[in-house]
């Protein structure tokens, strides 16, 4: 029998496996079958981590929030990474999780 990936389900890969067990049964059996579930799992969460943090950054640079208006101004800092980081999420969800 093949070998399991190491690796902790976190966040997006738990997201993506709810995802598949209700919507997705054909493809949630096929992939638990032939023991490529978790492999699956830890390659989308990999992924969505990655983009999540180059979203972030790609939007945060592009709308001019940065170190000097975190120390200018660092509740509206909080508050437009706090709307960036959320537009990021949407995309990621609807790119690779809900997919």
Do not use: C, F
Request: hydrophobic fraction near 35%; proline fraction near 2%.
């Amino acid at each position: 029998m093949d070998e399991q990936p190491e690796g902790t389900l976190t966040k997006y890969g738990l997201l993506r496996k709810k995802y598949l067990k209700e919507n997705k049964g054909g493809l949630y059996s096929g992939l638990l079958l032939r023991g490529r579930l978790t492999e699956h799992l830890l390659e989308i969460q990999e992924t969505a981590e990655q983009r999540m943090e180059l979203l972030t950054r790609q939007m945060a640079e592009e709308q001019g929030v940065d170190e000097s208006l975190k120390e200018q101004n660092p509740m509206a800092w909080v508050q437009q990474m706090n709307s960036i980081r959320q537009t990021a999420e949407e995309i990621i969800l609807t790119e690779l999780i809900y997919r």
